[in-house]
């Protein structure tokens, strides 16, 4: 057998009395792994329990080891009747088959039930032998990274970047099974999640086949989510982007367990090229990324024949964006000046690529050349049962035209790429709403070796894939003409160059505003920016950023089957319109011209459809400022120009609230200057010319039409009646504050949970409901002032007619003295200055673990004031809450908060279990709450992931 797991169990505490007679526990233990099974001796007597087991040992195979989590079930023993069960431990063995991973996973893990919650703690040991396995047909995938980061971990540089690779597993539901009529609840929860855990297993190490087929040996940006479809089964999907990892004290990859044929295969001497690369999500003070360029062997001569399985989205099973870095020292101490990066790709060996798309939300500087705009597609379908779990065809034929679509659009936008890639669905009854978003953007894929080209096609087919790539490579005839263009551009790159269209204005297939960039005078930028990736580090702003958002609620008809679809399917367009229009008037009345970070989410229940959009708000300096908001109508009453009044009142109010000091330069942005000659490569002195016919308006004249149909307009009730945030604290809901760079520590993050019913179908409704989620953030973090809410994120959900479900997740973060000035200015009490110095004080304990149980959680990807140390493995956990006493439990509210509070002891367990002190990219990616008040009764789901680090605080 390749691999042997050996587990010990020393110790329970605070077990629960199960024998009232003696207010005592005659506990044991029950060790599974796949169908062996083993227990410990019955401790009689103790709710503390000491076993000091001897090691039990499973001999097992290693894709076992990834798809089965190890289970520890404490019960206690009953001569004459079954044994109680106390609760169960699931624990996932693959942070133990990293290479650099722990050599043991050891310590307290909650005993957790289903139907009581936790009931004590026991301590064990479980430790992994793995047998490297060189067979090149295995089904294991051992040793793969998975990082829930979307941009590069500290510890680690790029070696390259391989793109987009997404798997999917499907099977029954135990709660739509027969059997589960007749069993208990607390049996049919326990089998839905042992289910949850191993499919969870099996889709990485799935994922993690097609990485080594790839040539990487870890998966960034990793997104899984479970799609319960009620009788027609789950569906678990997972995406993510393969790139190769290597430790900056080294330049080899970091590689696998498993011998892969395909990596361990020598490089041409020829296919390494030489540059230096910095992440976009590092400061500046933080070393330089150094990336390896290599082309896979290959792709030498003959493409490679295609491998495509169930699920598979690349033609080409290896594919590779890579860079180097020459080994003479770049360090700290180095003389060496950074030159600008150059991501190469030799033209004769690379692959079209099927899907060119990212999960990165961060990347190296110098591998984005044009950010476009954000690209969306969206569809509807009816579920029906999967009948081969192991042929999952129809679901991945759904998700093949969702991405082919937006694949067009980013094509139609003059793109290479999609950038921050995200899919989504919403499931009602039989309706599942499909959705994937992304930012079109153009990638640096050429270097001295050769020009930057396109990497998209436009079909399925083999043959006219073959065909698009030979008429591609046919067109680059010109080398040297095109390199010396290229290495001109590369020279010249400046902070605005992001803004700029990547297309000839006069060639669009869609109307756009275009004007002359505001830095350079020379290329075109649009007027306005949304993107869903985060603010780049090298990209000039004005100001700080602000948080937008936008909600759309419509009533539908109750229907079913192909017409209810059909309704849904009629509606979504204009729900996406609607909430565009939103966050564009909202965008200007902040005086602002671009959005990051945006997230958009639309549910449909049975009789509501419901969208929700969040984003960054900030003001890029090569972009035209907006034109002021003007309202227009066909029958106004006298309150118009009291709207207007208070629409230009908001505005100067928002300019200075976010510091947009912006000079009359920047502001006349939008208007050409006929006297700077056009130089760019996308427009020429025609279409200059033209533009500057097109501006018909300039000078405080310019304004922003909102075109108003009846008096109490929806729409703009919406955007005036949004409160902001309280002087002092910020708020984003991206990695890092625009504008602010004095962030001091993590303070606390947070999880609010709203339910409730919707007696309106207006979004006055739903605004209101989520402003008052924010002041009521605001109202508890008040004593934190001065602070930032970051990684802000809403998900909403419909679980019964007319309720609403609305779940927020963030962190507060502390600021330092650079900002606390400002606030001493505008604050002169000095009773707010004791307050707010005392509140720093408290921040700090609050923030540093004091000790060595204390786990730090954060949705971001780092830790304020602290170094990464070591990663040591991804979780996922999802677990099953069920009570037959809501009522006693201080009803929804209660339940909700100490089910939350008992799934945080059970990460904080796992972290500290592995040796470390803190869980970052922390999300809730499933939050399912039911209930049935008649009976008191309630079930809710949850499903957590992160990536486990060791840190050092204070360094």
Not at 135 to 140: A, C, E, K
Not at 464 to 491: C, G, V, Y
Not at 765 to 784: P, Q
Request: net charge negative.
């Amino acid at each position: 057998m390749p691999a042997k797991v050996k587990v010990k169990i020393v110790a329970g505490r605070n077990l629960p009395v199960m024998d009232r007679a003696s207010d005592l526990t005659d506990a044991f233990v029950e060790i599974r792994f796949c169908n062996a099974t083993h227990k410990t001796d019955v401790y009689r007597k103790s709710l503390n329990p000491q076993w000091n087991s001897e090691w039990f040992k499973f001999e097992v195979d290693d894709e076992d080891l990834q798809d089965e989590p190890l289970q520890i079930r404490v019960l206690d023993y009953d001569t004459y009747s079954s044994h109680d069960s106390i609760g169960k431990v699931y624990i996932d063995l693959n942070p133990l088959l990293w290479q650099d991973g722990p050599p043991s996973i050891s310590g307290w893990f909650p005993i957790y039930d289903t139907m009581h919650g936790i009931r004590g703690d026991i301590n064990l040991i479980v430790k992994v032998d793995l047998f490297t396995d060189v067979n090149r047909y295995r089904q294991s995938s051992c040793g793969v990274y998975f990082f829930g980061t979307a941009g590069c971990p500290e510890v680690y540089h790029l070696s390259a970047i391989y793109g987009f690779v997404e798997e999917l597993v499907v099977n029954d539901d135990p709660e739509y099974k027969w059997i589960d009529k007749i069993r208990t609840p607390r049996a049919s929860n326990e089998a839905r999640q042992r289910l949850f855990s191993k499919l969870s297993g099996e889709l990485r190490r799935k994922i993690g086949l097609k990485v080594l087929e790839m040539g990487g040996n870890a998966i960034l940006g990793y997104q899984q989510c479970f799609d319960l479809e009620g009788e027609s089964g789950i569906v678990v999907r997972g995406i993510g982007t393969v790139v190769a990892l290597a430790k900056k004290d080294g330049d080899a990859p970091v590689s696998p367990h498993s011998v892969s044929p395909i990596r361990d295969c020598p490089l041409p001497e020829d296919s390494v090229l030489s540059s230096n690369l910095t992440s976009d999500n590092q400061s500046s003070g933080k070393p330089a990324m150094a990336i390896k360029t290599f082309t896979s062997p290959t792709k030498a001569g003959v493409p490679a024949p295609m491998l495509r399985r169930s699920s598979d989205s690349d033609i080409s099973h290896r594919r590779g964006v890579s860079v180097s870095s020459s080994g003479s020292g770049g360090g700290p101490g180095g003389g060496t000046k950074p030159t600008i990066p150059k991501p190469a790709i030799q033209p004769q060996h690379i692959d079209i690529m099927e899907f060119p798309f990212f999960t990165l939300t961060t990347f190296p500087e110098g591998f984005l050349i044009h950010l476009c705009g954000v690209v969306t597609s969206r569809s509807v379908k009816l579920l029906d049962k999967i009948h081969n779990p192991d042929e999952p065809e129809t679901r991945d034929a759904w998700w093949s035209e969702i991405r082919t679509e937006i694949r067009s659009h980013a094509r139609a936008m003059g793109c290479n790429s999609v950038i921050g890639y995200s899919e989504q669905t919403s499931i009602c009854d039989e309706i599942i709403i499909l959705s994937a978003m992304g930012t079109g953007a153009v990638i640096n894929l050429g270097g001295e070796s050769g020009p930057s080209f396109d990497v998209c096609t436009m079909s399925l087919d083999r043959q006219t894939f073959e065909r698009e790539r030979d008429k591609l490579n046919k067109l680059h005839i010109d080398t040297t003409l095109a390199n010396q263009l290229h290495r001109e551009n590369l020279d010249t790159m400046k902070s605005c160059s992001m803004c700029h269209v990547p297309y000839n204005e006069n060639t669009a297939p869609f109307p756009v505003t275009l004007s002359k960039c505001a830095l350079c005078r020379k290329q075109r930028v649009p007027d306005v920016l949304f993107t869903t990736v985060e603010p780049p580090s090298k990209l000039r702003t004005i100001g700080k950023g602000s948080f937008l958002q936008a909600r759309i609620c419509r009533f539908k008809k109750e229907a079913k089957s192909e017409s209810n679809a059909k309704e849904i399917s009629d509606n979504l367009p204009f729900m996406e319109y609607e909430l565009h229009k939103q966050l564009m008037c909202k965008l200007k009345l902040r005086g602002m011209n671009a959005l990051f970070g945006l997230h958009v989410q639309i549910v449909v229940g049975e009789t509501l459809l419901l969208a929700i959009a969040g984003a960054t708000a900030v003001y890029i300096e090569a972009m035209p400022s907006p034109h002021l908001p003007k309202l227009i109508g066909k029958e106004l009453s006298c309150s118009r120009n009291l709207s207007q009044k208070k629409i230009l009142d908001l505005i100067h109010k928002n300019k200075e609230l976010y510091d947009l000091y912006i000079t009359d330069t920047n502001y006349m942005g939008s208007s050409s200057n006929p006297e700077t000659p056009n130089t760019g490569l996308s427009t020429n002195n025609d279409s200059d010319e033209e533009m500057t016919d097109l501006d018909l308006v300039t000078g405080n004249k310019e304004s922003f039409i909102l075109e108003i149909d009846e008096e109490d307009d929806e729409g703009l009730n919406s955007v005036l009646m949004d409160s902001q945030p309280p002087k002092g604290i910020s708020v984003c809901n991206t990695n890092c504050m625009p504008g602010l760079d004095n962030v001091v520590s993590n303070i606390q993050m947070f999880t609010r949970v709203w339910r409730g019913e919707l007696m309106s179908n207006n979004c006055k409704e739903v605004s209101k409901i989520c402003d008052n989620i924010l002041k009521s953030l605001f109202f508890k973090l008040r004593h934190m002032i001065p602070c930032v809410l970051m990684r802000l994120h809403f998900d909403v959900e419909i679980p019964d007619d007319d309720i609403v479900q609305i779940t927020c997740n963030g962190i507060c973060m502390e600021l330092g003295q650079a900002n606390e000035k400002g606030f001493a200015e505008h604050d002169h009490e000095n009773s707010a200055k004791q307050l707010s110095g005392s509140k720093l004080k408290t921040k700090n304990e609050v923030s540093i673990p004091s000790d060595e149980t204390s786990i730090d959680i954060s949705p971001l990807p780092y830790i304020a004031g602290a170094q990464i140390d070591k990663y040591l493995g991804n979780l996922n956990i999802f677990c099953i809450r069920e009570s037959t006493s809501i009522r006693e439990d201080g009803g929804l509210s209660g339940f909700m908060h100490s089910f939350v509070s008992e799934m945080l002891a059970v990460v904080r367990s796992h972290v500290q279990s592995l040796g470390g002190n803190a869980l970052l990219s922390y999300k809730m990616t499933e939050c399912i709450l039911l209930d049935n008040p008649h009976k008191n009764q309630g079930q809710c789901l949850l499903n957590v992931c992160g990536d486990v680090v060791q840190a050092t605080y204070g360094s």
